[in-house]
């Protein structure tokens, strides 16, 4: 056996503690990022939003404080919609949300499926 723990005798490797403060400053220093179940959704929703042609472009920001899947129409124009996934709100009013072109909030949740359901097309009953 070799010693890697650097004095261990029965043959277990030593621990190396890390203070808890610096673990947690560590972590905040990430940028928040979608998970891949929650890349997987707003994608399947995107392709069929190109394939009814409504959408052409998307891009992905990580900032510290949140995560922004931006969709466009033309590349040079401002986003239609962002889908906002912000961890600090996730207690209150939930991570995920929809903003709109002028930064109306359209829908706000804890999950995002019920979110992204702001852009499933109902019909409705109309009587003439």
Do not use: C
């Not at 959704?41 to 920001?61: C, F, K, P, S, T």
């Not at 931006?70 to 929809?98: D, Y």
């Not at 709109?100 to 995002?112: D, F, S, T, V």
């Amino acid at each position: 056996m070799t010693d890697r723990g650097g004095g261990a005798e029965d043959g277990q490797e030593s621990a190396i503690l890390i203070p808890l403060h610096e673990a947690r400053r560590e972590r905040q220093e990430l940028p928040v990022s979608f998970e891949r179940r929650e890349l997987e959704q707003i994608l399947r929703l995107y392709g069929r939003m190109v394939a009814a042609n409504e959408w052409r472009d998307y891009a992905i920001d990580r900032l510290p404080d949140r995560a922004v899947f931006s969709v466009f129409r033309r590349a040079s124009e401002t986003p239609l919609f962002q889908i906002v996934k912000n961890p600090k709100l996730a207690r209150k009013q939930g991570a995920f949300s929809v903003v709109a072109a002028g930064g109306l909030i359209l829908k706000r949740g804890h999950e995002l499926a019920r979110v992204l359901g702001v852009f499933d097309k109902t019909l409705k009953l109309v009587e003439a």
